[in-house]
């Protein structure tokens, strides 16, 4: 109960601080959101947080920890897979599914979306693991 009453009391006492950060990260939210209206992927708004889920499978993803790594090598940006956040029988759920985050400057965010709009043609197979040993039989 003592986190609720410390809440509790920062709503009562806020002098609009709370506010203007729920203000700040929602504006910063819709500014990626549209950001990615000119890119393949289908962002959805969030209801809070600091995240926008995006589906990335126009852009030839069907696995979102490849896409996470694919697209900083392509475009320059760094998303997170959320299948990482899944029990192993849900994720499938999000396999196609990026995560972006929007606690960034405006600017950065606008880039993000012009880089991930640049994105015209379906990555490349995965090259072969030059690592693995070949299979002799």
């Not at 299948?83 to 929007?102: C, G, N, V």
Request: hydrophobic residues 35%; aromatic residues 8%; negative net charge.
């Amino acid at each position: 109960r003592p986190a609720a009453t410390v809440l509790r009391q920062a709503r009562e006492d806020d002098d609009g601080y709370y506010r203007g950060v729920r203000d700040d990260f929602r504006d910063r939210a819709e500014t990626l959101v549209a950001a990615l209206a000119d890119t393949p992927l289908h962002a959805h708004m969030p209801e809070g947080g600091y995240f926008v889920m995006a589906d990335a499978r126009a852009l030839g993803y069907d696995d979102d920890t490849a896409a996470c790594l694919d697209l900083p090598v392509r475009v320059g940006v760094g998303a997170i897979p959320p299948s990482a956040f899944y029990t192993p029988e849900h994720r499938h759920l999000a396999r196609s599914w990026i995560r972006l985050a929007f606690c960034k400057p405006r600017p950065d965010l606008l880039e993000a979306g012009r880089r991930l709009a640049s994105l015209t043609d379906p990555p490349a197979p995965p090259s072969p693991n030059v690592h693995e040993e070949s299979d002799p039989a």
